[in-house]
């Protein structure tokens, strides 16, 4: 993750094609109330809360 996004002061989650976490800055690992390594490599559906992955699947799925 590039260092203006690591440090900036909203949560920002990078993933990859597959929907799984690759990284996330402290501010989105506060958001999530999670340690940013343990959520590396889980689907972003699973580690958000439910109503913001249900958005977020629908629209990757429009993206697909």
């Known amino acids: 993750m590039d260092e203006r996004l690591t440090r900036a002061p909203v949560g920002i989650i990078e993933v990859d094609p597959d929907g799984e ?3 996330v800055n402290p501010a989105g690992a506060v ?3 999670a340690d940013r390594e343990r959520l590396r490599g889980q689907q972003v ?3 958000l809360p439910r109503p913001a992955s249900w958005a977020l699947h629908e629209a990757l799925a429009a993206h697909a």
């Open 21 to 23: 976490i690759e990284t």
């Open 31 to 33: 958001l999530l109330d």
């Open 45 to 47: 559906t699973a580690a």
